[in-house]
């Protein structure tokens, strides 16, 4: 795997939180499209979609992190993995490893992680002895139907497969997140949100939102009333599950 050297990994995004992203691009290929790729293409990280979709590792992030975790003025509350990147990416085992080491870096400062990813959580985490902080163990999870996984996030792991690796986490006694966001409109697929919230009625937290950036959306008529009675969904269905909402 192809290997670039930074001069810093951990900031403060301007959402508000600590993060780290200890890749540059990612394989899952998300064609929503992927925020993070438009910017990386802004910047000049990279030029192309294909460039993007074969990622490289920042090869120094462990020793970084050290240094930047020990030179922290205040603790936070938690640090995130990630924003341009995805933690447990498929097909790069060497990117799981690292991801791993830094979690238990980071634990061992007494600082938890929240963590989202579109690929499988590693049954590694449920190890409280490795992982011994407060971690927020996350899916991005916006349909059931594969063809539609395919041709939105093509690279990215089956949606049965993000599931059962967050149900066995769960199991072990984390705390778990779904993240449905972008979720889709009808003209985009045809489905129904109770059955992916049906799916993942054992986790502590759901986040959802529509998607904002693809015109595609809009031309569903009445998109915005959509997406209100969406909301509705979700809310009365964490009230009814005990699940903690943001939506
Ligand atoms: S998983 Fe996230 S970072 Fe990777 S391509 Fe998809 S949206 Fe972009």
């Known amino acids: 795997m192809?290997?670039?050297?930074?001069?810093?990994?951990?900031?403060?995004?301007?959402?508000?939180?600590?993060?780290?992203?200890?890749?540059?691009g990612c394989h899952h290929g998300c064609r929503y499209p992927c925020y993070?790729?438009?910017?990386?293409?802004?910047?000049?990280?990279?030029?192309?979609?294909?460039?993007?979709?074969?990622?490289?590792i920042v090869a120094n992030s462990a020793e970084l992190l050290a240094k930047e975790l020990i030179h922290?003025?205040?603790?936070?509350?938690?640090?995130?993995?990630?924003?341009?990147t995805d933690p447990f990416m498929c097909g790069y085992p060497e990117v799981t490893d690292l991801t791993l080491t830094l979690i238990a870096l980071i634990n061992c400062h007494g600082i938890g992680c929240s963590i989202l990813t579109k690929g499988k959580l590693p049954i590694d985490l449920a190890d409280h002895e490795r992982?011994?902080?407060?971690?927020?163990?996350?899916?991005s999870l916006i349909s059931l139907n594969e063809e539609f996984r395919r041709r939105w996030e093509p690279e990215a792991a089956p949606y049965s497969e993000r599931i059962s690796a967050l149900?066995?986490?769960?199991?072990?006694?984390?705390?778990?997140?779904?993240?449905?966001?972008?979720y889709p409109t009808p003209n985009l697929v045809k489905q129904n949100l109770e059955d992916i919230l049906e799916a993942v009625e054992f986790v502590d937290h759901i986040y959802f939102s529509g998607?904002?950036?693809?015109s595609q959306v809009?031309?569903?008529?009445?998109?915005?009333?959509?997406?209100?009675?969406q909301t509705i969904?979700?809310?009365?269905?964490c009230q009814q599950h005990d699940i903690q909402c943001d939506a």
Not at 211 to 214: E, G, L
Request: hydrophobic content about 35%.
């Open 36 to 56: 993070a790729f438009m910017m990386a293409r802004t910047h000049g990280r990279v030029s192309y979609y294909d460039d993007w979709c074969h990622p490289r």
């Open 218 to 229: 809009k031309q569903f008529p009445n998109y915005q009333e959509f997406y209100s009675d």
């Open 2 to 24: 192809n290997t670039i050297i930074r001069k810093s990994l951990l900031y403060k995004s301007r959402l508000g939180f600590y993060c780290i992203n200890h890749v540059q």
């Open 72 to 84: 922290l003025k205040a603790k936070p509350d938690y640090i995130h993995l990630c924003l341009t």
């Open 131 to 139: 992982f011994p902080a407060d971690n927020l163990y996350g899916i």
């Open 211 to 214: 998607w904002n950036y693809n």
């Open 167 to 182: 149900k066995s986490i769960h199991d072990y006694g984390c705390e778990t997140l779904v993240h449905i966001e972008p």
């Open 233 to 237: 969904i979700v809310r009365r269905f």
